[in-house]
Structures are given as C-alpha cells and as structure tokens.
C-alpha cells in the first residue's frame, strides 16, 4: 500500500488548512462575540465576511464528488464549485473539524451539503434552478425533515408523516424533530421524507418532498437543546406540517423512491461527520496536551503523571487509526461507490464519535472545572459529537449490519459437525 498523498489530494488540504489559518483562527473571538450578543438566531458577519473571501480564494462547494450528478437526471444544471474526490474531500473536511463553524465558510456544512447532492442527483431541472442554485451560492439555507419523536426513526419505514395526492398537490400531515437547520433565518427549503403509499412493499412507501418552509401549514413548535446548548443560529427544530399542500412538481424522483433517496444521501453524510470528527479530536489532544504541560500538581506537572501519559498516549492511537479507517472509506466510495463501501461507512461512523468523545472527556478531565464552562469549547463540542452516536443512524443500527456481514463470512463453518459417538 502506499499512503503518499497524491499532489492534489495535499495541494487542497494544505489550502484549507491555510485558509482557516489565516482568516477564520483569528476571528474566532469576533465570531463568539457577535453569536453571543443580541438575538440568537441571525446571521452571523464574520461568517458571511469569511464566506466571500474563501469563494473568492476557491476554497467553495468542495464537497461534491465529481460523479454525484450523473446518477439519475439528464443534468444540464451546471455545479457550482471545485469538486472532489471523496479521498481529496476528507482532508480538507478533518481541517474544517477544527473549528466548529468552518464548515460553513466554504459552503460545506450539514444539511446543506445532503440536500444539495440529493438536488444535484435527484432534481429536476427546475427543481435545481429554483433552489440548488441559491444554495451552492450560500445565499440560503435548508433543512431536512426525517426524524420524528412518535416513533422510533431509527427505522425509517416507522416514519408516519403522511402525504395524500390531491389533484396537483400533495398534502403533508406529521410531526418531525431534530431538524437541523430550521432556526436559522436564512432557512427556505426543506426535504421531507413521509409516506405517500401505506399499502406499498415495506421500503417502498415512503417518498420525499421539497417543502418551502414559508408554505402556509408549516409551523416551527419549538427549537430543541443539546445537553443544554441550543446550537444556534443554526439549531435544532421540532415542526409540525398541518395540511401543508405542496405541487406535484416538487416530488423528487417520484413516490415510492424515498429510501433510494436516503441511502443516496446518507451515505456521504456519514462519512462527512466522521471527517471533520477527527479534526474535532485533534483540537482536543492539543488542548489537552498544552493544559498537561502547563500545570503544577503534587510538586510536578500534571503531564508527567503517568496516567495522563496513558491517556495522551491511547489518544494518539485511536486519532491514527479512526483517520486511516476513515480514508480507507472514502477511497472505497471514489474507487468502487458508496454501496460496496456500506460496511466501511457503517464501521467508521460507529468508531469516530466513540473515539472523539472520550479524547474530549480527557481533555476536559485536564482542564478541571474550566472544562465543562464555556470558556474552552470542550464541553460545546462533546455535546456536539455526542449527537453523532445517533444521527445518521445510532450505533447499534450500524453495529447490526457490522455484526451481520462478519456472521456471513462464518455461515459455513457454523454448519453442524457430524455426530462422532
């Protein structure tokens, strides 16, 4: 095997890595500072002001694998931005990890980057000019809508949202939550997945539609906290739709094609968390590593008492390894598509949150008190990192399908043997 880094793959990771550097590192008091001031959800300045010189740099919509476009449509829609591999895509995505709103700055943030593949692969043309368009420019946001609290969504043939061809309109009925996104005011579009044939083969009942969230019926309830935080000005939403009618044209590649969709679309988006999970836990062993040098306990520093080298030490393990997984994923999906890579995809986003969070629990066990306040971001990012057990799918939905192909490998050598008495 040979794991030098092609010219490319370095040349866009060193440009991101550069470019956060240069422009976003510095303004992270800035950002914090207008977050924290005045109403919580709106847009963010330096945000913005950033987004217009990485555009500008073509650091932009770099999330994109250059063959997502081709799946379904006649595509004469033109991408917007510099599209990478999913190998080339993963470097950049651990350095945008670093901080948690870089992602952003180049247009590559969740939802958004879902949606705007589901749009690219799935859309039609109108569909793409009425809404991909204003998203690859970062002029508005979206949301998608799947989850829901009445039932476990976890299996999404649960999913009880209804929606009722009526003439040329469909009519949405459902109660959705944790729909990220919905608080910010940007937010104009949302993809909704819901049941438009209860009668269908099990997999086949459910579909998805865009919903523009200024249709009348759509209501946000309330906005939801994670351990406390409530993620603004992005944030977390529940939404009743209450006899929302939608056209017909806004059905993506028709009804009964919901689940085809999602696997279309979760798929990258688990490996895009896992990606930037990563650079979250190497901010963290830094964080942890400079406290460890700096501090004075017993009459010596708490980076030469041996259970912290322990832990140092683990933590570098498990960052190497849960990185090499996680490229080998992402080379799996460039070079033979997502579907051969399920098992990969499905190992690495069980391993990557469960590695970071404990690198984070260290971090704030050696920071002390200062750990769990506001003023180091440990105790926001482990938050952050602990939905990721069970978005995209909890771990033991993963562990079952891990489980069950290492079962299959075995079948034949668990046959029963002949009776030897």
Not at 297 to 314: C, H, L, P
Not at 358 to 372: M, N, P, Y
Request: a neutral charge; proline letters at 5%.
């Amino acid at each position: 095997m040979d794991f030098t880094l092609s010219q490319r793959e370095t040349e866009f990771r060193d440009r991101v890595r550069a470019f956060i550097d240069a422009e976003i590192r510095p303004r992270r008091a800035e950002h914090d500072a207008e977050a924290a001031s005045g109403e919580r959800w709106k847009v963010i300045p330096t945000i913005e002001a950033c987004k217009a010189k990485a555009r500008a740099a073509g650091l932009w919509n770099l999330f994109m694998p250059p063959h997502s476009g081709q799946a379904h449509v006649d595509d004469r829609f033109v991408f917007e931005g510099t599209q990478l591999t999913n190998l080339e895509y993963a470097l950049c995505a651990e350095e945008m990890g670093r901080i948690d709103w870089a992602a952003e700055v180049f247009n590559c943030s969740a939802p958004d980057t879902g949606n705007m593949e589901v749009l690219h692969r799935y859309g039609t043309l109108a569909q793409k000019q009425r809404w991909l368009a204003p998203l690859m420019h970062g002029e508005i946001r979206s949301a998608f809508l799947m989850t829901e609290p009445a039932v476990a969504s976890s299996d999404a043939t649960n999913i009880e949202t209804s929606m009722v061809r009526d003439g040329d309109h469909y009519v949405i009925n459902g109660r959705k939550w944790w729909s990220s996104g919905v608080g910010d005011p940007r937010c104009r579009i949302a993809i909704v997945m819901g049941k438009t044939d209860p009668d269908a083969p099990r997999h086949a009942q459910q579909s998805m539609i865009l919903v523009p969230m200024d249709t009348p019926g759509v209501t946000i309830e309330r906005m939801l906290s994670v351990y406390g935080y409530d993620h603004a000005p992005h944030g977390h939403g529940e939404v009743v739709l209450r006899d929302v009618r939608v056209p017909v044209d806004h059905m993506l590649l028709g009804e009964g094609r919901g689940f085809e969709i999602a696997q279309g679309r979760l798929g990258p988006g688990r490996i895009h968390h896992c990606m930037r999970t990563i650079g979250v836990a190497e901010t963290a062993i830094e964080a942890m590593a400079r406290r460890l040098l700096g501090r004075v306990a017993f009459g010596k520093r708490i980076a030469d008492q041996s259970v912290w080298e322990q832990r140092i030490a683990k933590a570098r393990i498990d960052i190497e390894m849960t990185r090499l997984l996680c490229l080998k994923a992402a080379d799996m999906m460039d070079r033979a598509g997502n579907k051969s890579a399920q098992l990969e995809i499905a190992m690495i986003k069980v391993a990557a949150p469960t590695m970071a969070l404990q690198i984070l629990d260290d971090a704030i066990q050696a920071h002390g008190g200062g750990g769990v306040s506001q003023d180091f971001h440990l105790a926001h990012a482990w938050a952050a990192m602990r939905t990721l057990r069970f978005a995209d799918g909890p771990d033991e939905v993963h562990n079952r399908a891990i489980a069950r192909a290492e079962f299959g490998r075995h079948a034949d050598a668990a046959a029963p043997r002949p009776d030897r008495r």
